[in-house]
């Protein structure tokens, strides 16, 4: 029991140090309105959501080239990507962690903010 607790803590540390990790690689690459939210206790598929915006087909690319990228050269698994730059969504799932990365009229379109607004936010970068 109590090395099972301490696996679940462990799990959580790391989760929540893939999406803080992401949110930096995406803040590098200058994606705007990023934010992390803590989804634990109003998500059944997920711990963490980052959710950020690029302004060109090109810059949604770079975030997600590089999110990944670092991510993978950190150990983490992913577990699948969807999404293209053209389509103005691209999604990461990195497990506990999932990454969206949208163009700006794709998020205003389906305001996963809105969507998750019973989620804790843990950053909020403009």
């Known amino acids: 029991m109590f090395r099972q607790r301490l696996d679940e803590e462990k799990r959580v540390l790391e989760a929540i140090e893939i999406a803080r990790r992401a949110a930096e690689v ?3 690459k200058q994606a705007s309105e990023i ?5 634990r206790d109003v998500c059944s598929f997920a711990d963490y959501l980052v959710i950020c915006s690029g302004d ?3 810059q949604l690319e770079a975030i997600w080239e590089d999110v990944r990228g670092a991510l993978k050269r950190d150990g983490v698994s992913i577990h699948h ?4 730059a053209d ?3 691209i999604v990461i799932d990195a497990g506990e962690v999932v990454v969206h990365i949208f163009a700006t009229v794709r998020r205003d379109y389906y305001q996963l903010d809105t969507l998750w607004e019973k989620a804790v936010p843990l950053v909020r970068l403009q």
């Open 56 to 58: 060109s087909d090109r």
């Open 26 to 28: 995406a803040a590098d």
């Open 35 to 39: 934010v992390l939210l803590d989804v």
């Open 87 to 89: 389509s103005g969504w």
């Open 81 to 84: 990507t969807e999404g293209t």
